[in-house]
């Protein structure tokens, strides 16, 4: 069955519908993606294969628990009012981060090396970080879109 696309203005966000699944294109450039399945979600770069994240229903629900305070630490980034060091845990081993000197929110697994205690987390490869536009984006476009499917 072919996919149904719909393209937003407002947004520059297209939406291809299918079976069970949606998929979102995220940016002027389109260079991320964001799947939608049943039980998962994930979000992927188009032009960098090994960096993506994907959401489990925990991690999900964890994200979807720090939205609001996610919204207020990036803005504070942005705005450059007050040092921003926000970092919490979403899951096996993933987190997600505002920090100063890094303009974006960065979605991360990491790991603790043999002998090392909790605290000492080194992160993977795995993950991406997703530039403020592409956040104001995803928070104000497409999060409202997946929760009301």
């Not at 960096?51 to 991690?59: C, G, H, L, M, P």
């Not at 980034?77 to 979403?90: G, H």
Request: include cysteine; charged fraction near 30%; hydrophobic fraction near 35%.
């Amino acid at each position: 069955m072919p996919a149904a696309a719909t393209e937003c203005e407002e947004t520059s966000l297209t939406v291809a519908s299918q079976q069970q699944h949606m998929i979102f294109e995220l940016g002027e450039r389109k260079d991320r993606e964001i799947v939608v399945l049943d039980e998962e979600i994930m979000i992927r770069s188009k032009c960098e294969p090994h960096k993506y994240i994907i959401f489990t229903k925990n991690r999900r629900a964890q994200f979807t628990g720090l939205f609001t305070l996610l919204d207020v630490q990036q803005k504070e980034l942005n705005r450059k009012t007050r040092p921003v060091a926000f970092r919490r845990q979403i899951g096996d081993g993933y987190y997600i981060s505002v920090t100063d000197g890094v303009m974006c929110v960065d979605i991360c697994k990491f790991f603790i090396q043999y002998g090392l205690q909790s605290g000492d987390e080194k992160p993977t490869r795995i993950g991406m970080g997703l530039r403020l536009d592409k956040w104001a984006e995803l928070f104000d476009s497409i999060i409202p879109l997946i929760h009301h499917q």
